[in-house]
């Protein structure tokens, strides 16, 4: 197939030509139909120019100042309402704050974070696909507190979940909800239970809840990932989140280790990338910042090639099994989301032209 034939792969009768244009303006709703881009958090100031149209948030930029790792920075925001430029570029957005706190505090006033998630449903589109990340407080076995790690006393109380996030989370997203995903901290061997008896915990926990919202888990220990996990998440209809992050395997080892399946009973897969493996977020935070464009120190190393090749990879896999893959790109991972975006379609493209030829 050449540029200027249809490109089958998009579900459209656009030519791979006009595909590449679009992806150039960052525009990624025609790159592959088993492939669905969006991004970790949304509101940067660094994508004004490329996300944000210029003209309309050049003078909306609000500003606030965070300290990571000793150091201080400062953060350029545009405002909720640009979620709806947004989406003109973007299948799905993950929702970070709800990480953070549930959207009802435990007496079922709302929290600060139902407010913000109704804003930004309010200027959402109707077809927005939004992944929302479960509160740490249910899905961590400890938490950061003062400066060290104490034990969770809300550690998978399944009754809290659903009053305080779960409920009002189908309520208040209903059919634009795409996931729930519940990411668990990394913890070392002698410091967390064998294979097995993790998946006999988390079955306590993620059996009752049924089916009404999809599940997708990400553990962030090796250790973790055997067979006996995989196989429950299949069993259960859970997915597992394929994660490019500091401490786990390559997104391909990953794949091996899961048995090459996709586990999610809804037919959809999550791929996370977030910072590059065996590095410290402080330290990927620094390189990426202000998340502008794409950083050499960062994309133009191995494992960065490594990562687009497998998410890559995973989507021609998704396509095998009838599957979609959500494709949640960071700053981090790259210094600037959307670009790591534009790179990874136009090398699902350059497959899809050698596939095709």
């Known amino acids: 197939m050449s540029e200027t034939s249809s490109a089958s792969t998009s579900g459209t009768s656009l030519s791979i030509e006009d595909i590449r244009s679009e992806v150039d303006d960052y525009r990624f709703y025609h790159v592959h139909p088993n492939a669905r881009f969006g991004s970790a958090s949304d509101r940067y100031g660094g994508w004004v120019g490329q996300i ?44 970070d704050f709800t990480f953070y706190r549930p959207l009802l505090d435990d007496d079922g006033t709302p929290s600060n974070n139902y407010g913000v998630l109704q804003n930004y449903l309010n200027h ?39 009053r305080t996030f779960h409920e009002p989370a189908l309520e208040l997203v209903g059919d634009r909800l795409a ?22 915990t988390m079955e306590d926990f993620f059996a009752p809840l049924g089916d009404d919202a999809q599940i997708h888990i990400e553990l962030r220990s090796e250790h973790l990932l055997e067979p006996v996990y995989f196989d429950w998440l299949e069993e259960r209809g859970l997915g597992h989140v394929f994660s490019h992050w500091t401490w786990l395997p390559k997104i391909r080892d ?19 990338l977030l910072t590059p493996r065996n590095e410290k977020y402080a330290d990927a935070y620094a390189k990426a910042y202000p998340f502008d464009k794409p950083v050499p120190d960062i994309c133009d190393t191995e494992g960065a090639r490594d990562m687009v090749l497998d998410v890559t990879a995973l989507v ?23 670009d790591l975006a534009r790179t990874i379609s136009h ?10 030829s």
């Not at 790792?69 to 003109?88: K, L, M, N, W």
């Not at 021609?316 to 959307?338: F, S």
């Not at 090398?347 to 095709?356: A, F, G, M, T, V």
Request: proline share 4%; net charge negative.
């Open 52 to 95: 944000y149209p210029e003209e309309t948030y050049a003078t909306k930029i609000s500003e606030r100042k965070r300290r990571l790792g000793g150091e201080e920075y400062t953060e350029r925001r545009v405002p909720i309402s640009s979620v709806a430029d947004y989406f003109d570029h973007f299948g799905c957005l993950e929702i």
């Open 124 to 162: 959402a589109p109707d077809d927005a696909a939004f992944l929302l990340k479960a509160p740490q407080q249910y899905f961590a076995r400890s938490l950061r507190r003062g400066g060290s790690f104490v034990d969770n006393d809300d550690y998978l109380d399944l009754g809290a979940y659903r």
């Open 179 to 200: 996931g729930i995903i519940f990411q668990q901290e990394y913890r070392r061997v002698g410091d967390s239970p064998s294979p097995a008896a993790n998946v006999d």
């Open 254 to 272: 990953q794949w091996t280790m899961s048995g090459e399946r996709l586990t999610a009973a809804n037919q959809e897969v999550v791929t996370r």
């Open 316 to 338: 021609y896999r998704a396509e095998a099994q009838n599957a979609l893959v959500n494709i949640v790109a960071n700053n981090r991972a790259w210094g600037n989301a959307p």
């Open 347 to 356: 090398r699902i493209l350059d497959e899809q032209e050698k596939r095709s």
